[in-house]
């Protein structure tokens, strides 16, 4: 799946017209700024094929570092996957595969924080694993 530039404008100098390079761009979910890398190609569409995460959305869980994850389009939509954490997210769009995945990381973290006295030694490690990119708050 690609991203068409008729749905990416960029305004400069009071016109509209879409980008002639590859550019960084900041989209803007839930007045979160999350920066993603264009590639432009000659037939003028727009590849997302990476975003950077800076939260999770979640009321107690907060990142201590933003994440990188790489983005694959597919027929049916996009996933976006986190080479740190193993994790991934899926949806019909870009934004709602960033929503999927920050819901998966938040729901693993505290399902494995719940039951971490049961864990065994590869749920321990991812556990270990998910408590150095997060912090909870009270």
Known sequence: MVLSLESVRVSAGGTTAPPAHDADVTLVLDDQAVPIEIQFGQLERAIVTAVRIAGLR????????PLELAVTWHESGVSVFDECTGLWGEGDHLTSAIEDFQATVAELYTELRDNRDRLGPAMQDEWVALQRWIDERP
């Open 58 to 65: 979640h009321p107690r869980l907060v990142l201590r570092t």
